[in-house]
């Protein structure tokens, strides 16, 4: 990944009053005078604090929500796991039209969407050339369905982004267990990366093993889950077919699990890491959701949460679709805590979004878009106690420039700093969003925001880690608020400070 690149330098009208000289020269010296004294004014930006996002992970960070559609042989026995014994006769949507649940998910102001290529009982979406137990022996299409190919063409016609999820845990299979079936997993992978165009994730469920069918035998089947799998090998087809696509597995290693399905990161939420502190499959759920302050990889969490009680479509859930209300404050403790929402949304046995979830998420989307339309710190005058080098390309201003590749950043030696916006009159505003420059690492321990009460600061919210984005809620009517970084493990590179009346 990029550092900053180098900063514009800050240019200063150097004054040069030579009468005697000729025009041409006096201009050429002093723009000459202009380049030496821009140099010396200039700041280096900050060393970046590491680790630091890749290319890949800052370009993931922006999307900030998108589906999960978990569909297949479960939608028609209503069940959450197959057992892998399933006909393919039973896959038979009755009106799948993927343009149609693309565009519910549009609706819902979603940036993409992994579907569940193959889940635990092994039956493949797409007629893969390794396997019976397919689309292809389905009457859906007369056998002649591809739900990958659909849902991968409609999401570029809408410009929406398309991940896969292929479980490594396979029901159906008889040589689950055997090395024959990690060759036959990565065979299926390749077919997945290089027949359906550009994947943006591929996503790795930590399933493994236990009872089912495979091929007959009706046995319960072990793995080890340090050595049967080969990730390093997999991960590494991964990169060389799909090197953009971002690999999720509960430890990475591009994004890590948020250590449960509610849908709640932990209030303080690190994008670090180090998946080597546990034993494989040990890592505890709570340290995942709060992540590790000092871990030696950017391994950012995400978010996975159903808007139902269940992965799958179950016909008896349909009242039971999460409320706008429940979704807007999801959206607030996962993305508000700099990590991405990926919304499961299953399709149901018309292959369809069901008019609930359609509903629910257009209207979720609805008040997010409301809430954030206004910002009320545009306009506000920006200063600070201290500003890099007082090179302007550093200044307190950056934060309300709605520029996310500009910084108000300090000194090297400052961990602690305050930058106050003037908004000229009384304001009511109830969430403040600050962040950090991600591509110079998550460099702030935490922050507290004060307001003005005419005759002193009042403070009036405190948070911890701040990374991508965070979202910190505190109704308040004032027209001075102030942003103090309490703690900083580097100087300060806060790229927005921003106010919103959401209510
Ligand atoms: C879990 C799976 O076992 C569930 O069925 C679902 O796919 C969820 C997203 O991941 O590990």
């Known amino acids: 990944m990029e550092p900053a690149g180098p900063r514009a330098p800050a240019v200063l009208a150097p004054h040069h009053g030579g009468r005697t000289m000729n025009l041409k020269r006096s201009l050429a010296l002093a723009s000459l005078l202009t380049i030496s004294a821009s140099i010396a004014a200039a700041a280096e930006p900050p060393e970046p604090r590491r680790p630091v996002p890749s290319a890949r992970q800052l370009r993931w960070q922006g999307l900030e929500s998108y589906a999960f559609l978990h569909f297949g042989p479960n939608t028609f026995t209503d069940k959450e796991w197959g057992y892998g014994d399933e006909s393919p006769a039973l896959f038979n949507p009755t009106d799948f039209n993927a343009d149609a649940v693309v565009a519910a998910l549009k609706d819902g102001g979603l940036r993409g969407l992994v579907l569940t290529a193959k889940h635990h009982d092994g039956f493949c979406l797409w007629p893969s050339k390794f396997t019976e137990h397919s689309v292809k022996n389905s009457p859906w299409r007369n056998g002649k369905g591809d739900v990958v190919r659909e849902m991968a063409d409609a999401c570029r016609r809408a410009g929406l982004l398309f991940g896969v999820y292929l479980s490594p845990w396979d029901r159906n299979h008889q040589d689950y267990g055997a090395p024959e079936y990690i060759t036959y997993y990565r065979s299926q992978l390749r077919e997945l990366l290089t027949e359906y165009g550009p994947i943006f994730e591929v996503w790795f469920d930590g399933a493994n093993g236990g009872d089912g069918y495979y091929g007959g035998a009706r046995t319960k089947r072990k793995i ?37 399905e509610k849908g709640v990161a932990g209030d303080t939420c690190w994008s670090t890491f180090d998946p080597k502190a546990y034993a494989v499959g040990k890592t505890p759920g709570s340290i995942l959701n709060v992540g590790m302050r000092d871990g030696p990889l950017w391994l950012p969490a995400e978010v996975d949460v159903s808007i139902r009680p269940g992965w799958f479509y179950h016909a008896a859930e349909d009242a039971k679709v999460k409320s706008v209300d429940r979704l807007y404050q999801l959206y607030f403790d996962s993305v508000g805590r700099g990590c991405n929402l990926i919304l499961n949304i299953p399709p149901d046995r018309r292959g369809r979004i069901h008019e609930a979830d359609a509903r629910a998420i257009k209207e979720w989307r609805s008040r997010l878009d409301a809430a954030f339309a206004v910002d009320l710190a545009q306009g506000a005058k920006a200063t600070a106690d201290q500003s890099r080098g007082g090179d302007p390309a550093y200044a307190p201003d950056k934060v309300v420039d709605g520029d996310p590749a500009t910084y108000w950043s300090t000194d090297d030696a400052a961990t602690s700093a305050a930058l106050t916006l003037d908004l000229g009159k009384p304001t009511t505003f109830d969430v403040v969003r600050v962040r950090e420059h991600l591509p110079l690492g998550q460099r702030i321990d935490e922050v507290a925001v004060d307001a003005w009460d005419g005759g002193e600061w009042k403070p009036i919210a405190t948070a911890t880690s701040i990374g ?36």
């Open 224 to 260: 080890d889950p340090v050595t049967y799998y080969g990730w390093d090998e997999t991960i590494a087809l991964v990169r060389e077919l799909q090197p953009d696509a971002c690999i999720f597995s509960d430890l990475g290693p591009d994004t890590r699990w948020v250590g449960n």
């Open 468 to 503: 991508a984005q965070r979202l910190i809620a505190l109704p308040t009517t004032t027209d001075r608020v102030r942003l103090r970084i309490v703690k900083a493990a580097a100087c300060p590179a806060v790229s927005e400070f921003t106010l919103f009346k959401t209510h």
